[in-house]
């Protein structure tokens, strides 16, 4: 199926991230939120995100403008019924998101394509609650979207050959790479990253090392770019604990359980960089460690 059109449904920073990225790749993009200011905020992101791919010189201005011009808002949710494909990119919350699709369904084409960006939910749940489980799949952008090479492609149960095919044509289309998972919790990137990361907390709790050990021995020592609380406080600490818990319940087994010092760390309202505080504090210039 050739896909023009693609209503994004969310214009939160996954979402502004997703209309970006669709757009300079010539896809007309309609996104929509339920809030005003979460549309004008995404379109002022937007804006400066591919200004700095400008002054980069990896877009040209004129890539820049044409891409801009190809970007609607609205905040009437059935204004997407025209388009080829949906990428739901809205709050992480099974009745908000079984809302849109509800709303959405009567509207939409009988050949158009839903998707969820979502992180833990299950696709073939939200899938079996359309009337397209078949044109169902779970389209998981990593952020910063624009960033980011990866997409990991999610087949729900009832996903068939036609809608994975035209996903992955979207992908290639985006310049970017998929890589396929089964429908299990937390799919392949989180399944592995968020028990390394709980481990690091771990490792911090039981006083293995500190903070500083711990990430300049992963950096160092395995080469990552970033040591695992760095990245736990750059993710958001109550976002891996939530994924944690996704893991835990769905798959029944102790290795998941959350580390007390993670839920801590929640429960103090500590939760990275968008608090300002986890396992560092960002008030001062310079990053220094909470423990
Ligand atoms: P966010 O909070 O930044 O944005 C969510 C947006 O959805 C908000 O602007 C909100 O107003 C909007 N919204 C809520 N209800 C809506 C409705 N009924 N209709 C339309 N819009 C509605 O969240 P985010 O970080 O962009 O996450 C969005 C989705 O992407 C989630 O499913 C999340 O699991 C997934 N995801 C997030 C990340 C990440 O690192 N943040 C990575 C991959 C996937």
Partial sequence: MDIKRIGIVGAGQMGNGIAHVCALAGYDVLLSDVRDEALSEALTQIG?????????????????????ERIGTTLKLTDLGPT?????????REDIKNAIFAELVPVLKPETILTSNTSSIS???????????????????????PI???????????????????????????DKTSATA?????????????????????????????????????????????GPLELADFIGLD????????????LADTKY?????????VEAGWLGRKTNRGFYDYRGDTPTPTR
């Fill in 123 to 145: 696709i073939t749940r939200l899938a079996s609650r359309t009337d397209r489980p078949e044109r169902f799949m779970g389209f998981h952008f990593m952020n910063p979207v």
């Fill in 257 to 265: 359980r959350p580390c007390p010092l993670l839920t801590k760390y």
């Fill in 84 to 92: 080829d494909l949906i990428i739901e990119a809205a709050t992480e």
């Fill in 182 to 226: 089964e429908d299990f919790p937390a799919f392949i990137v989180n399944r592995i990253l968020m028990p390394m990361i709980n481990e690091a907390v771990y490792t911090l709790y039981e006083g293995v090392g500190t903070v500083t050990s711990i990430d300049t021995s992963m950096k160092l020592g395995a080469n990552h770019p970033m």
């Fill in 148 to 174: 980011m090479q990866l997409v990991e492609l999610i087949r729900g149960i009832a996903t068939n050959e036609d809608t994975y095919n035209a996903c992955q044509s979207v992908v290639t289309r985006l």
């Fill in 239 to 250: 976002t891996c604990l939530a994924i944690m818990n996704v893991l835990h319940d769905g």
């Fill in 48 to 68: 400066r995100n591919m200004d700095r791919q400008v002054s980069r010189e990896k877009i040209s201005q004129s890539d820049r403008d044409e891409a801009m």
